[in-house]
């Protein structure tokens, strides 16, 4: 995304998913899920297996919209005629094999998607951090020379 000197967002930037809701995330959506099932997925879908694995429903993983997304901005960056006849060779040096590795991980966020099937990723559990301080402010400081402590 492009940026001004104060480190601001140009305003011809457009904004990342993530930060859409209502009509705006589902226009994005869908215009994201036809840059993936009409380029990316054509183009650059190796076959699906256990060591690589794809889910049928991408959409339903927030991490797989976030990382399709920012590489799908990327392209439509890289491949402006503004980017010069390297900036398709940059968005693939740079982003597709990254955003792909991680994606199509034994690991990551399809790994519970077997055989060409959709299973929601269970996320970890957070604890509240807000709660966490609370609670740490009510204990005293340690003393720093405690030899207990080393």
């Known amino acids: 995304m492009t940026t001004d000197a104060d480190g601001q967002q140009a305003a011809d930037a457009p904004p990342f998913i ?14 994201l899920a036809v840059w993936v099932s009409d380029l990316l997925l054509p183009v650059y879908g190796r076959e699906v297996t256990s060591q690589q694995p794809w889910c ?29 006849a390297s900036g398709p060779a940059v968005w693939h040096r ?44 009510h204990r005293p400081d340690p003393d720093p020379y405690e030899t207990s402590l080393w």
């Not at 993530?18 to 215009?31: C, H, I, N, V």
């Not at 792909?100 to 991980?105: A, F, G, H, N, V």
């Open 56 to 84: 049928p429903r991408w959409w339903e993983h927030p991490e797989a919209v976030a990382r399709l997304h920012g590489l799908w901005l990327a392209w439509q960056e890289h491949t402006d005629p503004a980017a010069g």
């Open 94 to 137: 740079d982003h597709l094999g990254a955003v792909l590795s991680e994606l199509r991980s034994p690991s990551g966020p399809f790994a519970g998607c077997k055989g060409g099937s959709h299973r929601p990723k269970t996320p970890p559990a957070v604890e509240s951090y807000e709660d966490a301080v609370a609670a740490s402010s």
């Open 18 to 31: 993530l930060f859409l809701d209502g009509p705006e995330y589902a226009g994005e959506m869908s215009r």
